[in-house]
């Protein structure tokens, strides 16, 4: 368990096109003073990504090694890539009393929630709707392998079953986001709220 802790770290998971990004990108621009992370992952960049900013781009090699060596606060893998979290990305902010939010594949939330005491921790599921539309959504976003497609649906199929172990599920079913959004960002404004008042 992770001690010394001041603040507060929001955990968004959810599949791959439920909008994470999205209603991330909108409560950076709300609050100014939260923190976000960045994910390392081996998978390949995508067009209009851009390292350091959207991800850490790792060899699979480099990964590994910053394992073993214990740099990791979380890490997952899906499919034939790594994804995980730098201990430096998320302690030094929580120790200093900012608030955090991450987005972390279901395996690091497993691992985070044995590490982060709960009451410095909140869990946030995006509920897009079915695989159909989340699969619409990955295809227009980006060209896409069959093979990538079909591990996406593997990850679906396990993140869609843990839902429920969520503190909020937020509901992005629909083509706007407004109300999701609203509903994120009224959800951070309540954690700065606790956080201060307590």
Known sequence: MVENIKGHILIVFAPTGSGKGTLIKRALATFPDLQETI?????????????????????????????????????AKFGNHYYGTLKEEIIPRLETGKVVVAEIEIQGVEQLRTLIPKEHMTT?????????????RAIARAPISAEELEHRY?????EIGTKDTSDVIIDNTGSDFTAAKDDFCRLIEDIYTRKYTN
């Open 154 to 158: 593997e990850r679906y199929l396990v």
């Open 39 to 75: 994910s390392c992952t081996t998978r390949a960049i995508r067009p209009n990504e851009v390292e350091g900013r959207d991800y850490y781009f790792l060899s699979v090699e480099l990964f590994e090694a910053r394992k073993l060596k214990g740099d990791f606060l979380e890490w």
């Open 124 to 136: 946030v599921f995006i509920d897009a709707g079915s695989w159909e539309v989340l699969r619409q």
